[in-house]
């Protein structure tokens, strides 16, 4: 050993690299654990730490057995030379000229073939097809009569006519969860046929005619498993789907997962509770003239959200019209005037037609400033701003009017407002017998126009749409 070597942190910084030939042509033939003792290995040529073939194996989570059959599978393609089994010693090759294609032995697949043939008798198996399966055994390590007893199932549910991609897709499948011996393959038909009559219940709940496949056990293992729920709640969601499907289902399912409904009760009422929002979101998009074929982002995103923050559907239809008539006419306009009002703490339909008839109210008042300073505008929110804020210092309406009348004719009318009104402030001066003792007022204030709504629970069509109107803009 040199004198000089890299610690174990500098080795860890540093890099392995791994040719792209390697990624692109014979990695995705290969199982997980063959791509994993080829890297490893690789890792190991670069490093200068003493490593046995158990300590790859716990690293990698592995049996050592399949480490040295890992080997032997990438000594097939060329890729390393397997000098010596016990101790296990490894050359890696360079991969190029010396590097081959693994050859298979087609000659010890006749009896596989034969029987293959007789499971699939709906049609006739091409050369490139037995090759493809050939190859799915050889990379994935799958015994002959695990392969057998995979095909003979998929043909089971989908027919014997059922074609290649199906077949090698759930062989795929089952070597990626490590199934690949007769006895595993037996154990997971097992589990298959025990909840099959489960499961055909879910579609059957949904609509969906089809036999239960594999794919449908996972996820039932899933909800039952890992989600926790019980067959009679994963009846009960089923139910609630009207274009029911498994991935449909399975959606619900973490949804349901996730809200923490677990039981029949609660996600009957979970399920009328989305109805409910599916349907507010259907009247709030006509009220403020929107269309979304596809519901679920609106309730997602907005009704959901507005309802957990405590707006009922009357209340959410009254800022809709609103919206409509005030020119904000998309859901993120609507979204923006309820959380303004929301940070008032404006949230039920009563506080909502109070702020409305005092918005009413003050911009009646606000006219009436507007026109004593000699203004013909329309209110607008930096006006309501001075008006609170005046009110805030302790003036009445109609000292507010004589420090109107004060400031007609002055270029900057409401900013002459604001120092009358602070001067008056500082000075105590809160009655208008005392403003006139102390600022030349012209007696011909007006008086504000009161305007009186019922104090009612109920209110008309009519009586909305008047309030709604003459509520001018307001910038939430």
């Known amino acids: 050993m040199a004198f000089c070597t890299f610690s174990k942190e500098y080795s860890l910084s540093s890099y392995t690299s791994v040719e792209n030939v390697f990624i692109y042509s014979y990695m995705p033939l290969a199982g997980d654990n063959a791509v994993k003792v080829y890297l490893y290995g690789l890792y190991l040529c670069q490093s200068s730490n003493d490593f046995s073939v158990a300590d790859m194996a716990r690293a990698i989570g592995a049996e050592t057995g399949e480490i040295v059959d890992c080997f032997k599978y990438w000594e097939e393609f060329g890729l390393v030379e397997v000098v010596s089994d016990d101790p296990l010693m490894v050359n890696y090759l360079p991969i ?230 005030r020119g904000r006419r998309s859901l993120e306009g609507m979204d923006k005037t309820l959380e303004g009002l929301y940070a008032k703490g404006i949230v039920d339909f009563e506080s909502i037609v109070g702020y409305f008839k005092q918005v009413s109210k003050d911009d009646e008042f606000l006219r009436t400033v507007l026109d004593s300073v000699g203004q013909t505008r329309r209110p607008n929110e930096w006006d309501r701003q001075n008006l609170r804020q005046w009110r805030g210092w302790g003036f009445t309406d109609e000292l507010i009017l004589q420090a109107a009348l004060c400031s007609a004719g002055k270029s900057s009318p409401f900013t002459y407002m604001n120092a009358v009104l602070s001067s008056w402030k500082s000075k105590g001066v809160f009655t208008p017998e005392e403003a006139a003792k102390i600022t030349n007022v012209p007696q011909n204030a007006k008086k504000s126009k009161e305007i009186h709504f019922a104090n009612e629970r109920k209110y008309t069509e009519e009586e909305l749409e008047a309030l709604i109107t003459d509520v001018d803009d307001i910038d939430i």
Do not use: H
């Open 96 to 325: 190029g000229a010396s590097s081959k294609p693994r050859k298979i032995n087609a000659e010890k697949y006749t009896e596989f073939n034969r029987s293959l043939q007789k499971i699939l008798a709906g049609r006739m198996i091409s050369t490139n097809e037995y090759s493809e399966y050939f190859r799915i055994m050889e990379t994935f390590n799958i015994r002959q009569e695990a392969m057998l007893m995979i095909a003979q199932y998929c043909a089971d549910i989908k027919g014997d006519d059922i074609g290649c991609k199906y077949i090698s897709a759930v062989a795929k499948d089952f070597a990626g969860r490590g199934i690949t011996t007769p006895e595993k393959v037996e154990k997971e038909l097992e589990n298959y046929i025990i909840r099959s009559t489960d499961i055909a219940a879910i579609l059957a709940a949904m609509s969906v005619k089809r036999r239960p496949e594999i794919e449908d056990v996972k996820l039932f293992a899933k909800w039952t498993g890992e989600f926790g729920f019980e067959l009679p709640a994963i009846l009960q969601a089923a139910r609630t789907l009207k274009r029911g499907s498994v991935k449909k289902l399975d959606e619900l399912m973490l949804e349901l997962y996730s809200n923490k409904k677990f039981s029949v009760e609660e996600i009957s009422e979970f399920s009328k509770s989305r109805k409910y929002l599916y349907e507010l979101a259907a009247k709030i998009n006509k009220a403020i003239s929107v269309y979304y074929e596809v519901l679920d982002p609106v309730v997602d995103n907005y009704t959901a959200r507005w309802t957990a923050m405590g707006y009922d559907e009357q209340a959410l239809l009254l800022v809709a019209n609103y919206c409509f008539k």
